[in-house]
T-cell receptor, first 113, second 112 residues
Framework: ETGVTQSPTHLIKTRGQQVTLRCSSQ?????VSWYQQALGQGPQFIFQ???????GRGNFPPRFSGLQFPNYSSELNVNALELDDSALYLC????????????FGSGTRLTVV | GNSVTQMEGPVTLSEEAFLTINCTYT??????LFWYVQYPGEGLQLLLK?????DKGSNKGFEATYRKETTSFHLEKGSVQVSDSAVYFC???????????FGTGTSLTVIP
């Protein structure tokens, strides 16, 4: 059974640019969630996708958007990057109704300069 | 609302010492509680969980008991090893498979 894989692992962008981060869910999982983890902080919920639709959103502006594909993989898009967007972005997959919680990927480290 | 408060770190212990990391929570519903561990440069790994009051989660010598009366889920280990050095996150989920709320993390360093 494969885990959650994210790409790229590291990324440097300039303020104002746009970025796309990618995630492949664990086999058998049907939801994907994205979290932002700033340095020294706990992960903050961005949004969750289920059946290709957004299924809950945290306190993030609309310039954070996402997609889930029929194979349950996902993208996180961030427009008009700001310096404060520098963080580790974690993707996590799960199975609706399962008590086992998430399986997390290793994350994408985004640096905005 | 939903939130998790963790004991602030960093925590430094000698090998074979006893570990406690405190975690308390507030929740609008009836939460499931989790401990995740993050090793340097990696994502989060599930360490243990408990889904109802008085449940004890355990894994790799770590234990935590879901205490509804004190809204707590403290992490304990009787004898830590150098390999336990990591950041530990307490988390809750109110709806199964939905949004998780994480604490700010507690960094543990175990010295030989």
């Amino acid at each position: 059974e494969t885990g959650v894989t994210q790409s790229p692992t590291h990324l440097i962008k300039t303020r104002g640019q746009q970025v796309t981060l990618r995630c492949s869910s664990q086999s058998g999982h049907n939801t994907v969630s994205w979290y932002q983890q700033a340095l020294g902080q706990g992960p903050q919920f961005i949004f969750q996708y289920y059946r290709e639709e957004e299924n809950g959103r945290g306190n993030f502006p609309p310039r954070f958007s996402g997609l889930q594909f029929p194979n349950y993989s996902s993208e996180l898009n961030v427009n008009a990057l700001e310096l404060d967007d520098s963080a580790l972005y974690l993707c996590a997959s799960s199975l609706v109704g399962s008590p086992y919680g998430y399986t997390f990927g290793s994350g994408t480290r985004l640096t905005v300069v | 609302g939903n939130s998790v408060t963790q004991m602030e770190g960093p925590v430094t212990l000698s090998e074979e010492a006893f570990l406690t990391i405190n975690c308390t929570y507030t929740a609008t519903g009836y939460p499931s509680l989790f401990w995740y561990v993050q090793y340097p440069g990696e994502g989060l790994q599930l360490l243990l969980k408990a889904t109802k009051a008085d449940d004890k989660g355990s894994n790799k010598g770590f234990e935590a008991t879901y205490r509804k009366e004190t809204t707590s889920f403290h992490l304990e280990k009787g004898s830590v090893q150098v390999s336990d050095s990591a950041v530990y996150f307490c988390a809750l989920s109110v709806n199964t498979g939905n949004q998780f709320y994480f604490g700010t993390g507690t960094s543990l360093t175990v010295i030989p």
